[in-house]
């Protein structure tokens, strides 16, 4: 099986006033149709790592790998416009907040029809057709009534159905996810990953699951990928998670609290300089 | 014994909207009290309409026996303090922590300041050096820790903490709840603590109430909860939405 997505020795560094910042620490990966999850705390380098693949790291950011294709594509050659043409037609991206992703000036709409229109010549009516189905793919009940309203008058997880159908409207091969239940409650969480899911199995997309919830992400990926100061640390398939080795990855599991086990106190993570090497 | 805190039948209306519609709840001296639910269950509200920060519309609230009125005044602020979410939001960005840990002394009338600050930092584990920092040369662990020294400095009995650790990394809010139970076992203090985390408020509470949509749904013990025996349908989901989630196909 050719991958789609082959990452090697990725580093992202920012140069700033105090010295260089290295975000991302030579990470190497490779993703066929399936959903990987990338697990670490803030600052370990996994959005970073997303956004890099994306081409949406900060113009002063420094972006260095011995290898970045996606289906054959090298990203690095590729040209600005080129990686317009990618992004949000064949590479794809939900964010963390609909609050704050969504254009606040525009119906949820216009925004999926925007988005379609910008990659594929679709006539209005074939347009406004397709965005609605999508919405109702997602689950929306009414996609009549909410195509014509505005981000501020959704739910939370309304906001965040809309942003996943607008990001797959255009039919992505690859969906990049960070954090995309982060903001919402527990069981509207659970809801928009069923569909994130179903989607995701249906149409064969590829999944890179960004989050810092180390359960979440190994109940919903086929693989993880643990990291802590922008290097990978530890790789396992999700269902032998209870198996990891490396300090960090238990740590993480074992601070959680958990319903039903009384540790008190919690055991928390003794950070070894060595993990950073 | 007179609890240290008792709400009954509180309600609190936003124009018209009803935040919190007849809640009922008793918090004994030294126990800590969880409310758990989604947004928009009023359990902050709760929260806030005791700190005084919310419109209260009906029914009572006593502290120590004492029922509140309209305005608190400074020895209820002695007694009752508040921990909030966001330590990024809720630290003065231009103030240094010592000018932070110095303003409610100041508004108390304490005089030996320097000894208390110094003593605050060491409690909650920070030590001296981080007393002349500005709060952007903090981590989110350490503004909450200062949030806390905060709250704390003016020893009150009853702490209030509105989700404390959420804006937190796990390993971080390990720390932070550990922080939180070591101080309520060395000076006795009572807690209620909101917060969405069902695994956290079991954790950190002895009993705990269930709310949605600004009412209570069920009020349990931590035990209750651990052994799964609940009567509402909604805490079930919630529990099982607390477990991860699952692959339905």
């Known amino acids: ?151 501020h008058e ?36 659970l809801d928009v990953l069923d569909i994130l899911n ?34 990978i640390v530890e790789e396992l398939p999700a269902e032998r998670l209870s198996e990891a080795q490396h300090p960090y990855t238990r740590g993480l599991l074992n601070c959680m609290p958990q319903i039903g086990a009384d540790r008190h106190p919690l055991p928390v993570l003794d950070r070894k300089p060595e993990w950073r090497t | 014994m007179t609890p240290a805190l008792a709400i009954n039948g509180l309600g609190v209306v936003y124009d018209d909207f009803t935040a919190l519609d007849d809640v009922s709840l008793s918090v004994a001296p030294g126990e800590s009290y969880g409310l758990v639910g989604e947004s928009g269950s009023g359990k902050s509200t709760l929260l806030r309409a005791v700190a005084g920060l919310a419109p209260v519309s009906a029914g009572t609230i006593t502290v120590d026996g004492k029922p509140l009125g309209q305005k608190r005044d400074k020895a209820f602020y002695r007694k009752v303090q508040m921990v909030f979410q966001d330590p990024y939001g809720s630290l003065h960005p231009r103030q240094t922590v010592d000018r932070l840990l110095l303003e409610p002394l100041a508004i108390h009338g304490f005089a030996d300041t320097q000894a208390r600050i110094v003593r605050a930092l060491d409690e909650v584990g920070l030590g001296s050096g981080f007393r002349f920092r500005y709060s952007h040369q903090l981590s989110g662990g350490q503004r909450q820790r200062v949030a806390i020294a905060r709250a704390l400095i003016l020893e009150p009995s009853i702490l209030l903490l509105d989700e404390p ?29 909101v917060s969405h985390d069902l695994a956290v408020v079991t954790h950190m509470c002895d009993r705990l109430m269930v709310m949605q949509g600004g009412r209570t749904v069920e009020e349990l013990t931590a035990a209750d909860l651990a052994a799964r025996r609940v009567n509402e349908d909604y805490t079930r989901g919630l529990l099982a939405a607390s477990e991860g989630f699952r692959r339905s196909a």
């Open chain 1, 154 to 189: 959704v739910s939370g997880g309304m906001g965040q159905r809309a942003m996943i159908a607008m990001m797959l409207v255009a039919g992505p091969e690859l969906l990049i996810a960070d954090e995309p239940t982060s903001a919402l409650d527990v069981t509207v969480q």
């Open chain 2, 165 to 193: 650790t959420s804006a937190l990394d796990a390993s971080v809010q390990a720390e932070v709840l550990n922080l939180l139970e070591q101080i309520r076992a060395a000076r006795n203090l009572t807690f209620v603590m």
């Open chain 1, 1 to 151: 099986m050719s991958a789609l997505l082959n990452v090697e020795d990725l580093s992202v560094s920012f140069p700033t006033r105090t010295g260089v910042v290295e975000a991302v620490r030579g990470v190497s990966f490779t993703l066929g149709r399936e959903r990987l999850g990338i697990v670490g705390e803030s600052g370990s380098g996994k959005s970073q790592t997303g956004r890099a693949i994306m081409g949406l790291t900060a113009e002063h950011g420094v972006i260095a790998a011995k290898r970045l294709e996606f289906n054959g594509i090298d990203l690095l050659k590729a040209s600005k416009a080129e990686r317009r043409a990618l992004r949000g037609r064949r590479i794809a991206m939900i964010l963390q907040d609909p609050k704050y992703s969504l254009n606040p000036v525009m119906t949820i709409g216009r925004q999926i029809v925007e988005t379609l229109r910008t990659h594929e010549p679709v006539g209005r009516a074939e347009a406004r057709k397709r965005a609605l189905d999508m919405l109702a793919a997602v689950q929306i009940r009414d996609p009549e009534r909410v195509f014509g309203l505005y981000p």
């Open chain 1, 198 to 231: 179903r989607l995701v199995a249906e149409r064969g997309m590829g999944l890179i699951f960004i989050s810092h919830d180390l359960r979440l992400v190994s109940s919903f990926c086929d693989r993880v990928i643990v990291m802590y100061a922008g290097r």
